[in-house]
C-alpha cells in the first residue's frame, strides 16, 4: 500500500500506553512509510503541570518500544527525547506531517505558526479524534492514574 507521506512527526509523554496512544501512532505508521516519536523527557513533562505523576522516561521509553516490536514497527521509528513543544518539528525537510489528537491540534496548529514566522513551509496536520472510554468519555492518562478507567477505557469504579 502506498502511504501518504514519508516521514510524520508524532510526540507525547505516552505514559500509561492506552489505547489512545496506541491509535495515534498506529495511524501515524497508517499514513507514512516512517514516524519520529518525540518521547517527552523527565524535565520537559514536570513542565507540563499534570495533575498527577509521570512514570520515569525510560519505563515510558521501554513501553512504547514494546508496542511498536509487538506490530513490528520498530524498523519505521525513531525515538527522540522531546525537550519542548517543538522537537524536530522546527526543522526543515525532516517531517512532511504532524499527527495529533483532537485535544492537541492546537498545539499543531501554533507549531506551523512558528514554521511560518521561519519562513518553513506549514506541516501537513493529520488529526484523529479521542478515543473514548466505556463511558464514552475520552481515554486519558489522567482518568487512568484516578482508578476510573484502564488502559482500555473500561469503567473500574462509577464516575
Do not use: W
Amino acid at each position: 500500500m502506498a502511504r501518504k507521506y514519508r516521514t510524520v512527526a508524532v510526540g507525547g509523554t505516552f505514559d500509561e500506553l492506552h489505547k489512545g496512544h496506541r491509535a495515534l501512532l498506529l495511524k501515524a505508521f497508517d499514513v507514512s512509510e516512517k514516524a519520529l516519536i518525540g518521547l517527552c523527557t523527565d524535565e520537559f513533562a514536570k513542565k507540563l503541570n499534570k495533575p498527577h505523576s509521570i512514570a520515569p522516561y525510560l519505563q515510558r521509553l521501554r513501553d512504547l518500544k514494546a508496542f511498536l516490536d509487538s506490530h513490528s514497527l520498530s524498523e519505521r521509528t525513531t525515538i527522540v527525547p522531546l525537550n519542548d513543544a517543538y522537537g524536530v518539528t522546527l526543522s526543515e525537510g525532516c517531517v512532511e506531517a504532524i499527527i495529533v489528537s483532537s485535544e492537541t491540534e492546537s498545539m499543531a496548529k501554533a507549531i506551523n505558526q512558528e514554521r511560518e514566522s521561519r519562513g518553513l513551509r506549514p506541516l501537513d496536520i493529520v488529526v484523529i479524534d479521542m478515543v473514548p472510554s466505556q463511558d464514552h468519555s475520552p481515554i486519558s492518562t489522567t482518568r487512568i492514574y484516578l482508578g476510573e478507567i484502564d488502559r482500555e477505557g473500561r469503567l473500574l469504579k462509577k464516575c
